[in-house]
């Protein structure tokens, strides 16, 4: 059974970087959609992108300027990076898997999320 | 980015089937996913493609998509069925988008 776990710090100052990893075990990483999703406190979720097994990205138009996400296939976990945070990209963050097709996404095991508050 | 327009909320008696609506331009060209949150946990999919089940989740949950309207469907609502939940699609332009949200009230 696959499971994903987030980790990363739980504080970040204003307009330093936000860094997080997710690391997946029960499964391979191939050849499957990584995804970052974030939920503000009492708002609803977000999608910042997705990184592919191979390393291919794509991230939402909205934050694409400010996200970079990795993938070490051979070691496991993939990570997120944001920078020049605010506290408005203070949320939980999840990971999750994602299958991905002609016109159809969607994501099928999620992490349990993580809190990142973004404060000085 | 497309957007995906969901009632806040909905309420239903405990027996009785409840309908959550998702509505977007042309959403039925596309698949809609759905996932309940309850408080304090991460989301679990519930349908993905319009109308599949993943393994584990009750046969009460089901969905539909035409038009411009994806529609989860709970027959035989229960209490544990009380949630937020969340349709999403992948758009024109190669994102993903989630609708807002609608919590699910069973009283």
């Known amino acids: 059974q696959v499971q994903l776990q987030e980790s990363g710090p739980g504080l970040v100052k204003p307009s330093e970087t936000l860094s997080l990893t997710c690391t997946v075990s029960g499964g391979s990483m191939s050849p499957y959609y990584w995804s970052w999703i974030r939920q503000p406190p009492g708002k609803g979720l977000e999608w910042i992108g997705y990184?592919?097994?191979?390393?291919?990205?794509n991230y939402n138009p909205s934050l694409k300027s400010r996200v970079a996400m990795s993938i070490d296939t051979s070691k496991n976990p993939f990570s997120l990076k944001l920078n020049s945070v605010t506290a408005a990209d203070t949320a939980v963050y999840y990971c999750a898997r994602g299958w991905l097709g002609g016109n159809y996404f969607y994501m099928d095991v999620w992490g349990r999320g993580t809190t990142v508050t973004v404060s000085s | 980015s497309d957007e995906l327009t969901q009632p806040p909320s909905v309420f239903v008696s405990p027996g009785q089937t409840a309908s959550i609506t998702c509505s977007g331009d042309k959403l039925g060209n596309k698949y809609a996913s759905w996932y309940q949150q309850k408080p304090g946990q991460s989301p679990v999919l519930v349908i993905y493609q319009d109308v599949k089940r993943p393994s584990g989740i009750p046969e009460r949950f089901s969905g539909s998509n035409s038009g411009n309207t994806a529609t989860l469907t709970i027959t035989g609502t229960q209490a544990v069925d009380e949630a937020d939940y969340y349709c999403q699609a992948w758009d024109s332009m190669n994102t993903c988008v989630f609708g807002g949200g609608t919590k699910l009230t069973v009283l």
């Open positions: 990184i592919f097994s191979s390393g291919s990205t």
